[in-house]
């Protein structure tokens, strides 16, 4: 179960999603699940090679496909940066699905799986592209939206006008969505089985 520290970390990332400054989001965003990336291994006792975290959060794309998506998020993103400012339910719906995603992250990696035996306690990046190419199938496999009585309820977490606490993100996350969760974890053990 993820502690308390890596819902902190969801909480986080999700309320970075309201900063009205283009790209300096996703960079916040970014370097706060790396942290936490860092922070998970470390209480598990794995050692990782520096670029873990960065590939861990990596979007998979290829330079062409990353360099295509930056020319349009020029283009885009301070447009949708001043639609969620102006629509705050868009941002608060956005800012539930990325602390989601971040969750699901962390769930990830305290399955015990992620470093086989084989490697000892030793996380390579090698072993983290191919755990970054899993998590992204597994997330595609299942969108996080499909868990839609906690997205629902997390959305309205972020929609009130008092703080959320990291606490109650977990409660909602972890009572609205057991079947979700479990179909998570079935799909992640079921494709880290393949490789054995």
Same mark, same amino acid.
């Given at each position: 179960?993820?502690? *308390?520290? /890596?819902?902190?970390?969801?909480?986080?990332?999700?309320?970075?999603?309201?900063?009205?400054?283009?790209?300096?989001?996703?960079?916040?965003?970014?370097?706060?699940?790396?942290?936490? *990336?860092?922070?998970?291994?470390?209480?598990?006792?794995?050692?990782?090679?520096?670029?873990?975290?960065?590939?861990?959060?990596?979007?998979?794309?290829?330079?062409?496909?990353?360099?295509?998506?930056?020319?349009?998020?020029?283009?885009?993103?301070?447009?949708?940066?001043?639609?969620?400012? /102006?629509?705050?339910?868009?941002?608060?719906?956005?800012?539930?699905?990325?602390?989601?995603?971040?969750?699901?992250?962390?769930?990830?990696?305290?399955?015990?799986?992620?470093?086989?035996?084989?490697?000892?306690?030793?996380?390579?990046?090698?072993?983290?592209?191919?755990?970054?190419? /899993?998590?992204?199938?597994?997330?595609?496999?299942?969108?996080?939206?499909?868990?839609?009585?906690?997205?629902?309820?997390? /959305?309205?977490?972020?929609?009130?006008?008092?703080?959320?606490?990291?606490?109650?993100?977990?409660?909602?996350?972890?009572?609205?969505?057991?079947?979700?969760?479990?179909?998570?974890?079935?799909?992640?053990?079921?494709?880290?089985?393949?490789?054995?």
């Amino acid at each position: 179960m993820p502690s *308390i520290r /890596v819902h902190g970390a969801s909480l986080g990332t999700g309320v970075s999603e309201f900063i009205p400054i283009p790209f300096l989001d996703e960079w916040i965003i970014k370097k706060q699940r790396q942290a936490m *990336i860092g922070m998970i291994l470390a209480q598990r006792g794995i050692t990782f090679e520096k670029q873990v975290p960065a590939l861990l959060t990596s979007s998979g794309r290829t330079l062409t496909g990353r360099l295509g998506s930056m020319t349009r998020g020029l283009i885009l993103k301070p447009l949708k940066k001043l639609f969620r400012t /102006v629509f705050f339910w868009l941002a608060a719906r956005n800012a539930a699905r990325t602390a989601m995603a971040t969750y699901f992250l962390a769930r990830f990696l305290q399955h015990p799986g992620i470093v086989p035996h084989a490697l000892g306690q030793h996380l390579t990046a090698e072993r983290a592209r191919f755990l970054g190419k /899993v998590f992204r199938e597994i997330s595609e496999g299942i969108d996080i939206r499909a868990a839609k009585g906690a997205f629902a309820q997390v /959305v309205a977490l972020f929609k009130r006008s008092e703080p959320t606490s990291a606490a109650e993100l977990s409660k909602v996350i972890e009572r609205s969505s057991p079947g979700f969760i479990a179909e998570f974890d079935a799909m992640l053990d079921a494709r880290l089985a393949r490789e054995i």
